[in-house]
């Protein structure tokens, strides 16, 4: 299994809602990393979990809220969210030591629109 | 802060020509370089991968270089096929950070 799953692949949700974002992988991946990419933007860095602990975290505001409770899946949890929080969210996974620069593998991506 | 530089934004050819796109780099200070493709409203893949101590990389029709002290990196496609039609996107990875380039929207006609 060569593959980085996201569900789900669309989200709609209103300012006040809560709803999370969820990330699979089952190539003994021990790195994990969250992308959010605006439309025609190159994606950006949010989160980078490595053997289960946050090890960067972009200055992301805290309506994002990650979570890896296991070296197979990532969350991503949202609360609060803003209109301008609208983009492709990407998770990606590579094989566990991140700060020597190892290919990065990535899942298709969960389209967020808030309303 | 790295800041990555892809040149140029959109590129159009007909099929069966050789291109090439570019990449620099602000920072020289990476541990590699690595480009995608992205295809619309998709994720991305993983094309080539140079560490900060090679030169290129090689896979089937794509050939990409790297040059830390110049601060850029080129990925070569021989013989475009309208089935590489896509965003291409680089990516410099230095010690706690990935950077992006904004990419190039490559267009092969047929």
């Known amino acids: 299994d060569t593959e980085v799953t996201q569900t789900p692949k669309h989200l709609v949700m209103g300012m006040t809602n809560k709803k999370s974002l969820k990330c699979e992988q089952h190539?003994?991946?021990?790195?994990m990393y969250w992308y959010k990419q605006k439309a025609k933007k190159p994606p950006e860095l949010m989160f980078v979990y490595s053997y289960e602990k946050l090890s960067i975290n972009e200055s992301v505001p805290s309506r994002f809220s990650p979570e890896c409770p296991n070296s197979s899946l990532l969350n991503l949890h949202l609360h609060a969210l803003q209109p301008e929080d609208s983009a492709l969210y990407l998770c990606?996974?590579?094989?566990?030591?991140?700060?020597?620069?190892?290919?990065?593998?990535f899942g298709p991506g969960t389209r967020l629109l808030v309303l | 802060k790295q800041e990555v530089t892809q040149i140029p934004a959109a590129l159009s050819v007909p099929e069966g020509e050789n291109l090439v796109l570019n990449c620099s780099f602000t920072d020289s200070a990476i541990y590699n370089l690595q480009w995608f493709r992205q295809d619309p409203g998709k994720g991305l893949t993983s094309l080539l991968l140079?560490?900060?101590?090679?030169r290129e990389q090689t896979s089937g029709r794509l050939n990409a270089s790297l040059d830390k002290s110049s601060g850029r990196s080129t990925l070569y496609i021989a013989a475009s096929q309208p089935g590489d039609s896509a965003t291409y996107l680089c990516a410099a990875r230095g010690n706690n950070d990935m950077r992006f380039g904004a990419g190039t929207r490559l267009t092969v006609k047929p």
């Open positions: 190539m003994g991946h021990r790195a």
């Open positions: 140079i560490q900060s101590s090679q």
């Open positions: 990606a996974s590579s094989q566990g030591q991140p700060r020597l620069g190892e290919t990065q593998y």
